[in-house]
């Protein structure tokens, strides 16, 4: 038996399959869009989830990057509920510095 006997199985199983594919070609047509449907979603959502949470932002000590942020107690605001105000402006950011 050869080295590479696993690879001649292989090809007689894909002559197999392409011939199966052959005779029968709505089961083709099937087969293709299943696959179709599986792959092509799963590549989109893991570019997506790779580009938003997996890689790094680009910036030096990323880490140490924040978002500040103005706690309003419920009885200072107008509707008398707390609120969480985003950003500051430039002389409460030199303040808090």
Same mark, same amino acid.
């Given at each position: 038996? =050869?080295?590479?006997?696993?690879? $001649?199985? &292989?090809?007689? $199983? +894909? @002559?197999? &399959?392409?011939? =199966?594919?052959?005779? /029968?070609? *709505?089961?083709?047509?099937? #087969?293709?869009? =299943?696959?179709?449907?599986?792959?092509?979603? !799963? =590549?989109?959502?893991?570019? %997506? #989830?790779?580009?938003? +949470?997996?890689?790094?932002?680009?910036?030096? $000590? &990323? /880490?140490? +990057?924040?978002?500040?942020?103005? !706690?309003?107690?419920?009885?200072?605001?107008? !509707?008398?509920?707390?609120?969480?105000?985003? *950003?500051? !402006?430039? %002389?409460?950011?030199?303040? #808090? @510095?």
């Amino acid at each position: 038996m =050869t080295r590479f006997a696993w690879l $001649d199985d &292989a090809g007689r $199983d +894909l @002559q197999h &399959a392409l011939r =199966t594919l052959r005779e /029968a070609p *709505g089961f083709a047509a099937v #087969v293709i869009l =299943t696959l179709a449907l599986g792959i092509g979603p !799963n =590549t989109a959502i893991f570019s %997506v #989830v790779r580009a938003v +949470l997996l890689r790094p932002l680009p910036y030096e $000590d &990323a /880490a140490r +990057l924040v978002r500040p942020y103005e !706690n309003i107690p419920a009885s200072e605001s107008p !509707n008398l509920r707390p609120l969480h105000v985003g *950003g500051m !402006n430039l %002389v409460e950011l030199l303040e #808090v @510095q």
